[in-house]
């Protein structure tokens, strides 16, 4: 890719150039064409994974917004696996909705939250590369789909619970492999490889041809940009091959151990050794206590208490 069309990543970007509100077209763009309807966003609000720290690198990206009917957007970016991330998910989300209510207020308050993940790992089994949740009451007996009654401006109406109960998107970006064709998968496209079409019409991806062009960053920004793909590269073959030390290590101490104790507790003994291994290693190498624990399953706890020398 020339330099000339070479466009910042989307986790980048996402901490350091969209919550400008001269940038907001581009959020503004993957939002519409993923939810299907027309996004508009007011405001961005602050969120603990747009901090800058000495774990930068490792940390996943955050955005949480406001749109114009105001509904809460929440937009993740996960670079590295994460254990336990569906419940995550579902404590961020109730955290943005118990937030956004004040001592008193009435339920009519609460706000419709969605949650959109874009995901750089493996979650688990599926074919498709994206999934959507919602929730709906169904008839146990007659399958039908339950509607409330809802009072809105002195008018009562019929209301399903999808349009209060939050919604999530996970996308699976390396399971992407097609041919571009749709807006979404532009997008998608864009999110995996860093493309974008010169004749692109599709909502967000234009202002993202526009605003994210590598070579309109300043010097200092460029070699920051530089060394953070650097340090994504180091960051994903030290976690692979830590995790696969720690499989190799894991069986052949509890195999030993299950040979001379006879027994099964041998075995899962020889893999929580090979876990405290691959952890005492990362340490070492200064990686973010919540990654390691990510990584080795360990709790954040446990991962503390071991000496790193």
């Known amino acids: 890719m ?3 069309n070479k466009y910042v990543r989307f986790d980048w970007a996402a901490k350091r150039m969209l919550r400008d509100k001269a940038n907001f077209g581009v959020l503004e763009g993957l939002l519409t064409v993923l939810l299907d309807e027309q996004i508009t966003i007011d405001q961005i609000l602050e969120s603990e994974g747009n901090q800058e720290s000495i774990d930068d690198k490792f940390n996943k990206v955050d955005i949480k917004a406001i749109n114009s009917k105001g509904e809460i957007i929440i937009v993740e970016i996960q670079l590295t696996r994460q ?26 308050g609460v706000k419709k939250v969605y949650s959109i993940s874009i995901l750089y790992f493996d979650l688990g089994k599926g074919e498709d590369y994206l999934y959507h949740g919602k929730t709906s009451f169904v008839g146990v007996h007659t399958g039908d789909m339950l509607q409330v009654s809802s009072k809105e401006r002195d008018v009562i109406r019929m209301k399903a619970p999808e349009e209060v109960f939050p919604e999530y998107y996970l996308i699976r970006v390396n399971e ?17 490889d860093g493309e974008i079409s010169e004749k692109t019409e599709t909502p967000g991806l234009g ?23 650097e340090d994504m590269m180091i960051q994903n073959d030290v976690l692979d091959t830590n995790r696969l030390e720690g499989e190799i290590e894991g069986h052949r101490r509890g195999k030993e151990e299950g040979l001379r104790e006879g027994r099964a507790e041998g075995k899962a003994e ?35 208490n071991i000496k790193s020398i």
Request: charged share 35%; glycine share 6%.
């Open 176 to 192: 992407f492999n097609k041919i571009a064709t749709t807006p979404l998968e532009e997008w998608i496209s864009y999110l995996k």
């Open 83 to 108: 254990l336990h991330y569906l419940e995550r998910i579902l404590y961020g989300v109730s955290k943005a909705i118990t937030e956004h209510m004040s001592l008193g207020q009435k339920y009519d």
């Open 2 to 4: 020339r330099e000339n």
């Open 270 to 304: 020889g893999l929580r050794e090979g876990k405290y291994m691959v952890a005492k290693n990362m340490k070492q190498m200064g990686i973010a206590i919540d990654v390691i624990s990510a990584v080795t399953g360990l709790s954040e706890d446990e991962v503390r």
């Open 207 to 229: 202002e993202a041809r526009e605003k994210l062009q590598y070579i309109k960053m300043s010097k200092e920004e460029r070699l920051k940009y530089d060394k953070h793909l």
